[in-house]
């Protein structure tokens, strides 16, 4: 059964609430990250969620049963907490330290049993410190005793995982693979964590929570909710989607809105091929700009770079030249756009068409030409039709040599 929230109120005051009407549910067997800047009441909601605090009005469900009708030991049972860090006053082994999980199957005064050691052992096998059994858990680095604590909150054998920001102070690697833990951890129960790092929640999370200003703006499968125009409105910041290459998960590329001179957003039409236009494309995508592409062969690297982008395109067929009714769609993206940006690539007589439209804009246009081939005849398969474009270039156009200084001169 799924865990419901409906109509969460709560304070630390009776003047302010931090949470204003929070409503979602948490589906079995899934991941569910919780996202959303700071102060919006994420850790307050794991904390009511939890039965840590009891909220002014509305009701938390664990299989149709609120927290208040639980009593301690039940609610122990039914789920488990790691908080972001662990304080303990006694140095102990981590044995002990992941037996207290037992807590709520014993009773007082009474040894452990077979079954708690055979759990406990269990638990730490699953969370790969089995052999980290005899340190003392003030001896553990910070991935280490994240692990462990998450194996303490198995042995309490939860139906639901409840974690805040369990990457936290982590390196790269140990996040990585505290990830794919709860995702190994979620086949058998159902996971509940505050997550910041909005990559990693779109790689491992099945449903997102986005909230803001103490309640819910967003919630649903990661891959609907996790949207540019959600983050933008939530954090303010500029971000840029695109598929990552191996997997295929939605990854964001994250700016600052820029302080453009003009006031006003700029169009740069960026005119590139082979690849060689993708940091350029995604860079100015990501500082704000209004960015159009091509025209670019379907295939082409920066037409999937485009695409997955959401940069509008230009596009021909692949392996093709290009057709009047291409050049005239590109001379009219050029006259609405306020900047082109041309990067030296390999020409054809197939897209030689591109060089020469381009010439046309040099003084009507600021036009940048980004040349990373200084031997044109290298890169020329026209007869030297194309190094003399180059060439021409060359002189009247501003040469840029990377995306910084591109972008020095367009903010």
Not at 39 to 57: D, E, H, Q, Y
Request: charged share 25%; glycine share 8%; aromatic share 8%.
């Amino acid at each position: 059964m799924p865990i419901e929230v409906k109509n969460v109120r709560f304070g630390y005051s009776d003047s302010s609430d931090v949470l204003t009407d929070m409503n979602f549910t948490c589906h079995d067997n899934r991941i569910t990250g919780i996202i959303g800047p700071n102060g919006c009441g994420k850790t307050t909601v794991l904390k009511i969620i939890a039965g840590f605090l009891k909220p002014k009005s509305g009701s938390v469900y664990y299989n149709n049963k609120t927290t208040d009708s639980l009593n301690s030991i039940e609610l122990a049972k039914l789920r488990a907490v790691v908080e972001q860090s662990v304080y303990s006053p006694f140095s102990f082994p981590v044995y002990d330290y992941v037996m207290l999980g037992r807590t709520p199957y014993q009773k007082n005064f009474t040894a452990d049993s077979e079954e708690d050691h055979r759990i406990v052992t269990e638990s730490l096998k699953d969370t790969g410190m089995l052999s980290f059994q005899t340190r003392k858990i003030n001896e553990l680095s910070g991935g280490e005793l994240q692990r462990v604590m998450i194996a303490r909150a198995l042995a309490q054998e939860p139906e639901y995982l409840l974690l805040d920001e369990p990457t936290s102070h982590l390196d790269i690697r140990h996040q990585l693979e505290m990830m794919k833990l709860l995702s190994d951890i979620s086949k058998d129960k159902s996971v509940l964590c505050i997550i910041h790092e909005i990559n990693q929640a779109s790689a491992y999370c099945d449903d997102i929570i986005i909230t803001k200003g103490g309640s819910v703006l967003k919630e649903g499968r990661a891959s609907e909710v996790l949207k540019t125009d959600n983050i933008e409105e939530v954090f303010g910041v500029l971000a840029m989607q695109y598929k990552h290459p191996e997997g295929g998960k939605e990854q964001f590329v994250f700016s600052l809105p820029p302080d453009i001179k003009s006031g006003k957003k700029k169009h740069i039409h960026v005119i590139s091929g082979e690849g060689r236009g993708r940091q350029i494309i995604l860079s100015l995508k990501s500082a704000g700009f209004h960015v159009t592409a091509g025209i670019l062969n379907v295939g082409d690297q920066d037409y999937d770079t485009c695409t997955s982008a959401g940069v509008e395109t230009i596009s021909a067929p692949p392996f093709s030249g290009y057709s009047d009714t291409d050049v005239l769609k590109l001379k009219k993206m050029c006259d609405s756009s306020d900047a082109i940006c041309f990067i030296a690539t390999n020409v054809g007589f197939g897209n030689l068409a591109n060089l020469k439209t381009a010439l046309e804009y040099i003084g009507k246009k600021e036009f940048f030409f980004v040349n990373a081939d200084k031997n044109f005849r290298k890169i020329d398969m026209t007869n030297g039709l194309a190094t003399e474009i180059y060439n021409r270039m060359i002189k009247e156009a501003k040469v840029i040599s990377d995306v910084d200084e591109l972008l020095s001169e367009l903010i």
